[in-house]
């Protein structure tokens, strides 16, 4: 079974990120044929649009409520979450000691489980499909249980770019309420974030992770916490906006938290063929929809 989150390609470690659109740029142009029907679905879900992610902020919250199957995502995630238990959540395969992931059984990656139905959800494609230009392919599918490291922030604690697309969205569900101290996903808008990367010369080499202060001095007061309580979905641009998370503080209530990634083709983590790395395909069958397969990467 697919695993959930993937961690960040070194394909070009000092490539800027103009260096970096140049080069899908070309690639979306390569292939442009091949993703005629991607492009076609796109556009014709864009007019049934009810939801929009501004270009500009890069961003979207939505309060609890706003999707039928999350709540069923919140129940599931709290089962599991509880039944596993903290002790054992933060022994296990934790990333950088401050986040638990990776421990969705295989039965949550079936397409009638609560995730993927969220996941797969029209209402979530389309608004994704409409913000990306093209219908995306799924690539990560996770729960999150973020706890305080005591540390000094460190990793994606940091402030940074992602780096597997040039564009991308993932959307998350707030599993418990997320609020001032338990590590709240931080954002800074997409067109604040294009300033910022061209005004510190932003690459994807050491200076991947910019720390706070030569970060703030840049982006001023343009900075998002995004907090609220369960069942709270946002969608995030993770490669136009700058974020950290996870930086639970001590005393904290642990952040418990859904991630599904949505990539283009074009995305670096897929190589040369979106359709041979594409990690879900397997859950495509002859009930699929034609939006269904683009999504899960069958073609």
């Known amino acids: 079974m697919p695993r959930g989150y993937t961690r960040r390609v070194a394909d070009a470690p000092s490539e800027t990120l103009s260096g970096r659109r140049a080069r899908a740029s070309r690639r979306r142009e390569a292939h442009r044929e091949r993703d005629a029907d991607r492009y076609r679905l796109a556009e014709e879900l864009a007019g049934r649009a009810e939801l929009s992610i501004p270009s500009e ?66 209402d979530v494609i389309v608004a994704v499909s409409t913000y990306l230009g093209i219908v995306p392919v799924l690539n990560g599918v996770d729960l999150w249980y973020s706890v305080h490291a005591g540390e000094a922030p460190k990793s994606s604690q940091r402030w940074h770019l992602d780096s597997a697309d040039t564009t991308q969205v993932k959307v998350w569900i707030h599993v418990s309420d997320v609020g001032p101290d338990s590590g709240a996903l931080t954002v800074v808008d997409a067109s604040t974030s294009e300033r910022v990367a061209d005004e510190i010369g932003y690459d994807f080499g050491e200076g991947h992770r910019v720390p706070d202060e030569r970060f703030e001095e840049a982006a001023g007061p343009a900075v998002t916490a995004l907090e609220g309580p369960a069942g709270t979905v946002h969608f995030v641009d993770t490669s136009r906006c700058f974020h950290f998370g996870s930086r639970v503080e001590a005393g904290g209530i642990p952040r ?24 879900f395909k397997q859950l495509a069958d002859h009930s699929s929809s034609e939006l269904e397969q683009l999504v899960l990467g069958v073609r």
């Open 256 to 279: 418990r938290i859904f991630m599904a990634q949505y990539l283009t083709p074009y995305a670096f983590r897929f190589k040369a063929d979106h359709v041979e790395r594409a990690p």
């Open 57 to 122: 902020e890069g961003f979207l919250v939505l309060p609890p409520g706003s999707f039928e199957d999350a709540g069923a995502v919140v129940a599931a995630a709290n089962e599991l979450i509880d039944r596993i238990g903290h002790d054992e959540l933060v022994s296990g395969n934790t990333k950088d000691g401050f986040i638990a992931r990776g421990f969705l059984p295989k039965e949550a990656y079936q397409p009638d489980s609560p995730y993927m139905r969220f996941i797969l959800g029209k």
